[in-house]
């Protein structure tokens, strides 16, 4: 079958949303090529990517490429993301050039070429996220990650999940119970049992993430995790020692007040998918709602938070 690849180059800013919309859209995978790939990887046991030829990475920004099946009108779908660029402007997101392309490429083109660049990468001290079609002998000091993310999610490699990942690492202690928000592939809930927590409630609004994310829970063999849709913390009635969110910052902002009601005192919420402008508006949000904040990590232009109810 042939599929309509559209390539949108953009800022690393604008990514999460961008993929978002594109899932919206009725997109069947996103994959997403950043400059600062070829300057990151690093030979060893952890690359994450291999083999790569600089010709496939953009000189700056990024692209993201999108796949489509059974496209009518191919100016209508680039008409539409083109609105949906100038949105994501207005809204203050930075778009770059936002020139689009598109072409036809077959599924074998796509679908399975890019897990040829995805290998076993340490994102923590003691996290590793493992493809579950790689080989990988399991150190004795480390907790694997099986995953499968699917075209239409991240591999658990961004800066955002590392630096989730490594403030669960250290805030979060045996016996205590999760809710991780905006579950996606389900990275942030395996890690949390992984990790110790005798519950995890994994939430996320669309359907195909909430699939994705029981799938790879299977992968890892859990069973302290139950996923379940749902929009941030609305209607949630239970409460949680420590909540994890890697969504983006204006998400972040919507739920904020849901936290005092579902973080019990003393917990520990963990927010990223921050970028870095948008910092000050997150910590001033968590502290109106009673939360203090006990550290900020930052990765490239992104930024990643914990903060205790008292």
């Known amino acids: ?21 594109l899932q919206d859209m009725g997109a ?51 008409s539409q993301m083109k609105e949906c660029l100038c949105e994501l402007k207005e809204y203050g997101l930075r778009v770059g050039e936002s020139k689009i392309e598109t072409k036809w490429v077959d599924d074998e083109d796509w679908a399975n070429a890019w897990k040829a660049y995805y290998k076993p990468t340490r994102v923590s001290d003691r996290l590793v996220i493992v493809p579950v079609w790689e080989e990988y002998k399991i150190h004795s000091d480390e907790l694997p990650i099986y995953l499968d993310p699917g075209m239409a999610f991240g591999t658990g490699t ?80 239970t409460t949680a020692q420590v909540i994890v969110a890697n969504i983006l910052a204006e998400i972040l902002q919507q739920m904020m007040y849901d936290l ?17 402008s948008k ?14 904040v006990l550290e900020i990590i930052t990765e490239e232009d992104w930024v990643a938070v914990a903060a205790k109810k008292a």
């Open 1 to 21: 079958m042939k599929w309509l690849e559209l390539a949108i180059y953009t800022e690393e800013e604008s990514v999460e949303a961008l993929t978002e919309r």
């Open 28 to 78: 069947g995978g996103v994959s997403i090529e950043e400059s600062s790939t070829i300057a990151q990887t690093q030979p060893g046991e952890y690359g994450e990517i291999i083999a790569l030829n600089p010709a496939d990475y953009p000189d700056s920004g990024v692209i993201v490429k999108s796949y489509f099946a059974e496209v009518r009108n191919t100016d209508q779908l680039v």
């Open 158 to 237: 961004h800066p955002t999940t590392r630096l989730t990942l490594q403030l669960m690492e250290k805030y979060l202690h045996l016996g205590q119970k999760v809710i991780d928000v905006g579950c996606g592939s389900g990275i942030l809930s395996i890690a949390a049992e992984k990790l110790g927590a005798s519950e995890v409630l994994a939430l996320d609004l669309d359907p195909v993430a909430v699939k994705n994310a029981q799938e790879n829970c299977e992968q890892n063999d859990t069973k302290r995790i139950v996923v379940k849709a749902g929009n941030l913390l609305q209607g949630v009635g």
């Open 260 to 276: 005092p009601r579902v973080l019990e005192p003393g917990g520990i919420f963990i927010g990223s998918g921050i970028i870095e």
């Open 279 to 292: 910092q000050e508006d997150i910590v001033k949000g968590l502290q109106s709602v009673g939360l203090s």
